[in-house]
């Protein structure tokens, strides 16, 4: 059962932006620290950048420029901004977090994983 829920992917032109959202899905309701993953097909899943819930940011060293994550809506809602897209960047992007807070206020450790959203670029 996926805890959180990826939007925003879907088909755009090399060059393009475009923005990714990760809210919390079921009973979840903030993020605590928190990453966007990609994988491409046929590759290994590969960090793209992580937050923690005071909004402190890092990323590998390849994403660096072109992708930007942040948060919204206080602690609920982790976003990535993809600007400059290439066809190398055409791959499945997945959300997770390291543990959550549900309506109660209980903590549920993670990881927390999406379903993934899909985001392909044409040449």
């Known amino acids: 059962q996926a805890h959180l829920v990826e939007s925003g992917g879907g088909l755009v032109q090399t060059g393009g932006s475009l923005g990714l959202s990760c809210a919390p899905s079921g009973n979840i309701f903030s993020i605590d620290f928190a990453s966007w993953y990609r994988q491409i097909a046929g590759k290994q899943r590969e960090l793209v950048a992580n937050?923690?819930?005071?909004?402190?940011?890092a990323y590998a060293d390849y994403f660096k420029g072109r992708f930007a994550i942040t948060r919204s809506n206080g602690p609920n809602t982790v976003s990535m901004q993809i600007k400059n897209l290439k066809p190398e960047d055409t791959a499945v992007y997945y959300c997770k977090s390291d543990g959550a807070w549900d309506y109660g206020g209980g903590y549920l450790p993670g990881p927390h994983w999406g379903q993934g959203t899909l985001v392909a670029v044409s040449s």
């Open positions: 937050i923690t819930r005071g909004g402190v940011k």
